[in-house]
């Protein structure tokens, strides 16, 4: 569901991430919950990578950058997501979804690069939720993970920390299972 709001606000105004930027990725103020990323976990530990990748965050010293992050770009790879198809909430909503300001108007929510490099775009975008709203609004899916489990739905933490935990959730959740990755 998300993932189509996303793709019709992208259809309807053009808005598009910057080719190669990682800004999302490497901000140091960008936090998560650590619910947003048991999927991720879950898939880490089936193939498992789950201890690969438990032990490469903790060789990382700064946890508001994300550990999945292939920063280095080189011939036949693309900096960005190691793992994005099974990303969090938070990496799917940024700069995708809307907010009301102050005055009750819906406005695109977009990172400070797109903000730069499109401002025509996000003029037409605004314009547009004037009109109608299309795409996601992050409170309403962050509102959601209240139903999995409120207490933990309210922690906010640097992402590392948030896949850090999800990932030692599941590790050791199957781990008292008595279940093993593939």
């Known amino acids: 569901m998300l993932d189509k709001d996303v793709q019709k606000l992208q259809d309807a105004t053009g808005i598009h991430c910057i080719e190669n930027c990682i800004n999302c990725c490497t901000t140091p103020r960008i936090q998560a919950t650590s619910l947003e990323f048991f999927p991720l976990a879950y898939h880490l530990f089936k193939t498992g990578q789950a201890e690969t990748i438990l032990n490469a965050i903790g060789q990382i010293d700064n946890p508001s950058i994300c550990p999945l992050l292939n920063a280095l770009s080189v011939e036949g790879s693309r900096r ?80 590392g920390d948030a896949i850090k935990i999800a990932l030692e959730t599941i590790v050791t959740y199957y781990h008292y299972k008595g279940k093993r990755a593939i």
Request: with cysteine; proline share 5%; charged share 20%.
């Open 80 to 159: 960005g997501c190691t793992q994005y198809q099974h990303r969090g909430l938070i990496c799917r909503l940024f700069s995708y979804n809307h907010t009301t300001d102050k005055y009750g108007r819906c406005r695109i929510s977009a990172c400070k690069p797109i903000r730069l490099a499109q401002p025509h775009e996000l003029e037409k975008t605004n314009q547009i939720l004037q009109k109608k709203v299309i795409g996601p609004k992050a409170s309403n899916y962050y509102s959601r993970l209240q139903f999995i489990d409120f207490s933990e739905a309210q922690k906010f933490y640097p992402i």
